[in-house]
């Protein structure tokens, strides 16, 4: 039986989820977000996944750059070849959905920005981020990266803490918008 690595999050800021895909019914969110809840986790269990890829953070810094260049195209060959590595990788689906709304193939953009928003939904509703019973569950540490860029919050110190046999990473984080720890 496969291992499987899981890193949970903790947070000392109060928030919500995210507010978007205000076009959906509440049973239509929430199937969603179980739906993509299960996709990490599956994921998370089978022989594709490596939380330890190291050029998954090469792709995503040539993606950025190449979308602050305005090189959308080249930008979008670099998500897409990172998701080919790391499949549910937020970060990537961020970009990904960015460049073709960009480049004008809105159902492309629709499609990538569903898939990111559902993804983020399932790891903001799996806590809250108080504490180590309520902690924000991920799949790696891509996703607690991807969880503060969303939530635009500033990491101020970490530490890696054990409880209950179970890792987590402990985050003291501030607002990027009011500076609020």
């Known amino acids: 039986m496969k291992t499987v690595l899981r890193y949970l999050l903790l947070l000392s800021l109060?928030?919500?989820p995210l507010s978007?895909?205000?076009k959906l019914t509440n049973e239509e969110r929430d199937a969603r977000m179980k739906k993509a809840t299960e996709q990490r986790l599956a994921y998370a269990g089978s022989p594709e996944y490596n939380p330890y890829d190291t050029k998954i953070g090469d792709i995503r810094k040539a993606a950025i750059d190449f979308q602050s260049k305005q090189m959308f195209p080249e930008a979008l060959a670099e998500a897409q070849k990172g998701l080919a590595r790391s499949k549910y990788?937020?970060?990537?689906l961020?970009?990904?959905a960015t460049c073709y709304r960009t480049l004008g193939d809105t159902a492309n953009a629709d499609k990538s920005r569903?898939?990111?928003?559902?993804?983020?939904?399932s790891v903001l509703?799996?806590?809250d981020g108080h504490g180590y019973a309520t902690a924000f569950k991920v799949i790696s540490v891509d996703e607690e990266y991807s969880l503060l860029r969303v939530l635009q919050l500033e990491v101020i110190n970490q530490s890696l803490e054990s409880h209950d046999g179970s890792q987590f990473d402990v985050m003291r984080v501030k607002s990027g918008k009011s500076d609020q720890e």
């Open 114 to 121: 569903e898939l990111w928003m559902s993804l983020m939904d």
């Open 20 to 22: 978007a895909q205000n």
């Open 14 to 16: 109060p928030f919500g």
């Open 89 to 92: 990788n937020i970060d990537l």
């Open 125 to 127: 509703h799996s806590g």
């Open 94 to 96: 961020i970009i990904l």
